[in-house]
């Protein structure tokens, strides 16, 4: 006959009290794990956000380019876009992300790009390369802070503000 006994977790209390002791101190390391690595996930995700709306600024401005012979501002660009949705015609939809502020200067020939992510970070492109830069501070690793007072580029902390993006007015998404 089965001793039912026999099958008692907790007829050990012992083994049971450190089992839920180690329990408590693993869940506790992973808990405080997840707390650093969020943020700085969090912050990862905000800057894709900002370089993938100035690829899709870019490719709208191309494509205002093919249409009218001219790159135009973020306005121009999007009437653009929007037009030749309207009349049937193929073109990008431009959606830009919640929360990015963006500025564009164009003179019809050039254009250059700025993003600022939520981050602080701010993200320039222009019409000469495919390639998306982060503006960083003096020494290498260091990142600039800015930030968006009254739709003006502002410098938060110690950074300066780019001269060529100074006189924008910048438009949150």
């Known amino acids: 006959m089965l001793n039912i006994k026999s099958l008692d977790l907790r007829s050990d209390a012992a083994e049971n009290s450190i089992m839920q002791t180690i329990t408590i101190a693993v869940s506790a390391i992973l808990i405080a794990a997840g707390l650093v690595t969020a943020p700085g996930l969090i912050n990862n995700a905000r800057d894709n956000n900002a370089t993938t709306d100035l690829a899709n600024i870019a490719y709208a401005e191309e494509f205002n380019l093919a249409n009218t012979g001219n790159y135009g501002s973020l306005a121009q660009i999007k009437t653009s876009t929007d037009q030749s949705i309207a009349e049937g015609g193929s073109g990008p939809k431009l959606t830009l992300s919640g929360g990015v502020s963006t500025a564009v200067a164009s003179n019809n020939t050039t254009y250059k ?3 600022l992510s939520k981050s602080g970070k701010l993200f320039v492109r222009d019409s000469s390369s495919a ?14 802070k800015f930030k968006i007072t009254a739709g003006k ?6 950074a300066t503000v780019p001269t060529d993006a100074a006189a924008l007015t910048f438009t949150t998404n």
């Open 113 to 115: 790009l700025y993003a």
């Open 131 to 144: 390639a998306t830069v982060r503006v960083n501070g003096a020494a290498a690793g260091d990142d600039y």
């Open 153 to 158: 580029l502002v410098a938060d902390g110690t």
